[in-house]
């Protein structure tokens, strides 16, 4: 226990003082940002350290608070430049949960008294942002598990729902082969993320035939190709807004338009990558179904949401019985703090949506302009007019397993992408039997609200000087220096 | 008291001084960057209106998310502030890799 006089010299100065007092010994609240806080003298009423020296029943412990393994100091962790894998919750939205963490515990569904009314509100307020977000009305937003769990429940329950008389189901194309590799072609690209895509294999396999559209050269569809894949059984389209991968954003608006002229086709979207980062409005777009995930606008994981549009009505089989909560459409308990979180986290991205975008571009301006200033044959994967958060780059004569290894300061996904039909390796390669990421590697750099620009300069400093590094070490980047033309040389000899 | 009147000079001063020293006690490098960054530029805006009402509520807004800043930096303090690889002083030099194949 602290003296008396001093948890009183606490109190006035306040709990964030509180915090900070505890550098040395003293400390029972012990912060990891003990570094960076300053010592303050102790108050004059301060009666020594008496207080503090061992007894014999202490065998020598330290009185200390509790330290948490691993502690500021040792530790050095490497930039987060991986927003399309998940983003930090907000500080601000995570001051909104943890009422609801605490003592607003109530089951939002509870009729009958104070706890369930104010978790029944704070639910309801959510539902309101997040429909504000994306143009929506708040009794069309449904809350769920994440993007996974709506995109199951789109696609599968619209299916399902109309499998009497229609048995057809559009999406873009799974796949586009890389023609890389020798023996077999080398697939990666996905155009849709992988719960679209296995939720409509689920779907072959009961039966339904399903059109997997192809996607052109900068990764976007065609809309004649679109229209003349429409079938009079077809009861769902299903087109991601921003690719996770590439950043490409598919001209959704047209698409709206063109499916809007084929009554009883539904259109759903799958939009965990853009909502919150570009704006969006399901009237607009004209979508009757649209998956957001909490965790990819600064939100906590384990919550996203379905918009289902009410008018026109879009029915679908539920997936989960029960309770029959949220419009019976996702039955279970709603999880009130993440409600919060999310609904928090969508008035953020509102209000600060224009401010974000305009610095998120800015920062990947500063981030492809250094690395293609100083570094050659790097070559951008997908739309130029993509989502400047998302920068997928492809360096060749880098082995992408080393690049990756070698930026162990930095948190980044290996981009799969291969949109760029002219990184497509030599067929010298490919007798070779060389792999796909001998011959080139593809990073995505996923900026974010948070990013800064120190981080991205560093990155800029390690990418060049790695590159080059791994480029000196490579046979191939030799050969290219010199003028050879790797495809003149008649390798079959060896 | 009927029509608007402004928060002084010295009220937004005071509250712009406040919001950054708690912008700047965030452990994390990035949140702490950002809600410096933020709290400039929605002070820069404040200082650069001119209608008393708007003035009178971008203040009543900054108020209210000061309280927020100061409960998320203490949390934040409390479970946050690793040092980032970009946060690295010259004390801490980065180890560099060598292949061990050649
Ligand atoms: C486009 C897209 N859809 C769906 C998901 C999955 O979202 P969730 O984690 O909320 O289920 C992701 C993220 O991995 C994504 O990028």
Redesign the interface.
């Known amino acids: 226990m602290l003296p008396r006089a001093s948890r009183a010299a606490l109190r006035r100065t306040g ?2 003082r509180a ?2 007092l505890s550098h040395g010994r003293r400390g029972f ?1 012990q ?3 003990a570094d ?2 300053s010592v303050m003298d102790v108050p004059s009423t301060y009666q020594g350290e008496a207080h503090f020296t061992p007894r014999s029943d202490m065998l020598g412990f330290k009185l200390e608070a509790p330290r948490r393994e691993g502690s ?2 040792e ?6 430049l991986d927003m399309q894998a998940t983003t ?1 919750v907000d ?2 939205v ?2 909104a949960m ?1 009422p609801y963490m605490t003592d607003q515990y109530g089951n939002p569904h509870s009729r009958t008294h104070a706890y369930g009314w104010e978790a029944e509100q704070a639910v309801e307020d959510a539902r309101k942002h997040v429909a504000d977000l994306i143009g929506a009305d708040p009794k069309d937003i449904v809350f769920t598990s994440g993007a996974t769990e709506t995109n199951n429940m789109a696609i599968k329950g619209v299916a399902r729902f109309h499998k009497e008389k229609k048995r057809h189901i559009i999406t873009t194309q799974t796949v586009r082969s890389c023609k890389f590799l020798s023996k077999h072609s080398y697939s990666t690209n996905s155009q849709e993320h992988k719960c679209v895509l296995d939720s409509c294999r689920k779907l072959g396999e009961e039966g339904f035939d399903i059109t997997y559209l192809p996607v052109q050269k900068n990764g976007i569809i065609s809309l004649d190709e679109l229209e003349a894949a429409l079938r009079p059984d077809t009861s769902l389209v299903s087109i991601m807004t921003v690719n996770n991968e590439t950043g490409v954003i598919q001209p959704m608006k047209e698409i709206g338009t063109l499916l809007r002229k084929h009554r009883g086709v539904y259109f759903h979207t799958d939009a965990a990558q853009a909502v919150g980062k570009i704006p969006v409005d399901v009237n607009e777009m004209n979508v009757d179904l649209m998956s957001i995930s909490g965790h990819k606008l600064y939100g906590p994981k384990g919550i996203g949401a379905a918009y289902v549009r009410r008018r026109p009505r879009v029915r679908l089989e539920p997936i989960l019985s029960g309770g029959g909560q949220e419009r019976g459409l996702r039955s279970g308990t709603l999880p009130t703090a993440l409600a919060v979180g999310i609904g928090e986290a969508a008035r953020i991205a509102k209000q600060e949506m224009q ?1 974000d975008h305009a610095r998120i571009s800015e920062l990947s301006r500063r981030l492809i302009d250094g690395i293609n200033s100083r570094v050659e044959h790097v070559v951008r994967n997908g739309d130029v007019n993509g989502y400047p958060g998302c920068v997928n780059l492809s360096f060749s004569y880098v082995e992408g397993e080393s690049l990756l ?2 930026l ?3 948190a980044l996904s290996s981009g799969s992408a291969c949109t760029s039909a002219s990184l497509e390796p030599s067929y010298v390669l490919r007798a070779l039997g060389a792999a796909e990421d001998m011959a080139h590697s593809s990073l995505r750099f996923g900026l974010g ?4 620009e ?2 991205v300069d ?1 990155v800029i400093k390690h990418i060049i000087r790695t590159v080059d590094r791994l480029r000196e ?1 490579s046979p191939l980047w030799e050969m290219v220096q010199e003028g050879i033309d790797i495809n003149s040389i008649d390798w079959s000899q060896h | 008291m009927s029509a608007v009147v402004p928060p002084s000079r010295r009220a937004i001063l005071s509250l712009y001084s406040t919001s950054l020293r ?1 912008a700047n ?3 994390s ?3 702490r ?3 410096l960054r933020r709290t400039k ?1 929605k002070f820069r805006q404040l200082q650069n209106e001119s209608d008393p009402a708007r003035i009178q509520s971008q203040f009543n807004e900054a108020v209210k ?1 000061l309280a ?19 946060e ?1 002083t010259p004390e ?1 030099p ?1 180890e560099t ?1 060598t ?1 061990s194949d050649n």
Do not use: C
């Open positions: 709990i964030s915090a900070t609240v912060p990891s940002g960076r806080a500021a100091k530790k050095i962790r490497p930039i987060y930090p500080p601000r995570l001051d943890l401010r290894m070698a162990k300061d930095i609200r948070f990013t800064t120190a981080e560093f070490m | 708690t006690s965030f452990s490098y990035n949140f960057h950002y809600f530029e998310e927020v800043l100061r409960r998320s930096a203490i949390v934040n303090q409390l479970y946050g502030g690793w040092k980032l690889a970009v690295r801490q980065e890799m292949r």
